[in-house]
């Protein structure tokens, strides 16, 4: 633990603020290193003659500025800035620097890929901004996106908005005051899985899944609320609830998702308000969990009142049959889904299937965030489902896939790795000496990007994986496909003599 006693400075402001600004300007100046421990609330409340809540609250404040880092039972530790002051400085870190002891996993941001000089100053914006802070070369395989692959979309595109534009060219140009009955069908049609379908009433049409998973969590829940997460998941959730002040937890997870019995204990110790699962298609894992698994999920989510985003973005690319949790749970399940993975990403179509009860909240919360859909992108999402054209599209997009996923079998079926033919991505584990931000920076030296593990983890966590997630549909065709698997297969085999350096 750190031996260190702030000198809050004198003024008007509240005292856990003034406390809270000491602390990040001890960080800024390098008397708080990074992986600092602060001390304990209570020891440094007694040091200063203040509350505990006092500095407790101080805490949260540099928290949730991205300074520090504070798991229960571990203590609150200084976050890295080194990234920070390099981007400030318009500096690139050197290649040979692949592994940031740190964290454990050797997370580091590859040297060859352009930066945007001056776009992220200090930490906090590191912090939310994820493991992708760099803007790629226009040449680089990009193994980092899974939005759909190219099967006809932008003709089907191009025609229907030459349609749009002749049917409604004053709705385009103004603002989007009502929605139509066509858009809610759309997402009926969309959202239905086996024989169940939304009911009638609960459809919003949003702009994408994480507008609508973002208006979900802040109508649901006020700033200090806990979001649970599983460890792996779509962290761009996770880092967005923390920016709106909502606090993410941990659930521990097995093949199948979320452990029933960890979700009940973090339930009865963090009291989280809602729960975020991934059931038909995990990101990164491809997993699918089974109904049994779903039920008793179910079970502890109306025990302890809590919510259930259900998100089907992936999902909608797997047709299991298996019940979803807006089947099982109605009552408390925000199912969510749109166009971006099995038809195409920039339409931003997307739909929520809320409890009825919720709906108006949810569209209210969504206009807030976004500033409401847009006329045309909304008129062109429900164009393409109504029509059948989405259908045709993803049918021809799970067909590329399928198509891609045979050259990851045959480039890189000595090597484990998790995969399904109708997943736009693997989970692929990397061999010793490789830790899974060495390799996302060896790889990135060979203009191909890759996510690692720390891309998808929730917070902090002492779990370590070894593994990147490689997405095989946003490259244009399968002949570049082939070369980056061929890339990745190199730097794989040859991994004892990469570790060290790439220049």
Avoid at 63 to 71: C, H, I, M
Avoid at 364 to 379: D, N, R, V
Wanted: hydrophobic letters at 40%; glycine letters at 10%; one cysteine or more.
């Amino acid at each position: 633990m750190t031996n260190w006693l702030p000198s809050i400075p004198e003024g008007h402001g509240p005292l856990y603020i003034r406390l809270a600004d000491c602390i990040a300007e001890e960080i800024a100046t390098g008397k708080l290193a990074a992986g600092a421990k602060l001390p304990p609330q209570r020891n440094l409340a007694y040091d200063l003659g203040v509350t505990v809540g006092t500095v407790g609250r101080a805490y949260a404040v540099v928290r949730q500025r991205g300074l520090v880092s504070g798991e229960v039972g571990r203590g609150t530790y200084v976050l890295g800035t080194h990234e920070g002051e390099a981007l400030a400085e318009g500096t690139k870190p050197a290649i040979n620097s692949l592994s940031n002891p740190g964290n454990g996993t050797g997370s580091a941001v590859p040297a060859e890929v352009s930066w945007v000089q001056g776009a992220m100053k200090t930490p906090k914006d590191i912090a939310f901004a994820g493991t992708r802070v760099s803007v790629p070369s226009p040449e680089a395989i990009r193994f980092d996106s899974t939005s759909a692959p190219e099967v006809g979309q932008a003709r089907a595109i191009r025609e229907l908005t030459a349609e749009i534009t002749r049917d409604a060219p004053y709705d385009i140009a103004s603002y989007t005051r009502s929605v139509p009955e066509r858009w809610r069908e759309a997402g009926r049609v969309w959202l239905s899985r086996g024989d169940w379908q939304p009911p009638e009433g609960s459809i919003v049409p949003t702009t994408g899944a994480q507008a609508a998973i973002m208006a979900i969590i802040t109508a649901t829940t006020a700033p200090g609320d806990q979001v649970a997460f599983e460890d792996l998941t779509y962290s761009s959730i996770a880092r967005g609830s923390a920016l709106t002040g909502r606090r993410p937890v941990q659930i521990t997870s097995d093949e199948e998702g979320p452990l029933p019995d960890d979700l009940a204990s973090v339930c009865a110790q963090r009291h989280p308000k809602i729960l975020f699962v991934m059931p038909t298609m995990h990101n990164p894992t491809t997993r699918l969990m089974g109904v049994e698994r779903r039920i008793e999920l179910v079970e502890v989510a109306r025990r302890h009142n809590l919510w259930i985003i259900e998100d089907e973005v992936y999902g909608s690319l797997r047709n299991t049959g298996l019940a979803p949790f807006a089947e099982l749970a109605p009552e408390r399940t925000f199912h969510v889904g749109s166009l971006s993975k099995a038809v195409t990403a920039g339409v931003r179509g997307g739909w929520v299937s809320s409890p009825v009860s919720h709906a108006q909240r949810i569209y209210t919360a969504h206009k807030m965030l976004t500033g409401g859909i847009s006329f045309l992108l909304s008129e062109l999402s429900a164009r393409l489902v109504l029509s059948g054209t989405a259908d045709t599209l993803r049918k021809g997009v799970l067909e590329e896939i399928a198509a891609r996923h045979g050259l990851v079998q045959q480039l890189l079926d000595p090597f484990e790795h998790a995969s399904a033919a109708d997943a736009p991505f693997f989970w692929l584990k990397v061999p010793e000496p490789w830790l899974s931000g060495t390799f996302k920076a060896a790889a990135a030296a060979f203009n191909t990007l890759v996510d690692d593990e720390d891309e998808f983890k929730s917070g902090r966590s002492g779990r370590v994986y070894h593994r990147v997630r490689v997405g095989i549909t946003n490259p244009l065709t399968r002949e570049e496909t082939a070369k980056g698997l061929e890339i990745l297969r190199n730097l794989l085999e040859d991994s004892g003599a990469g570790y060290d350096s790439f220049e």
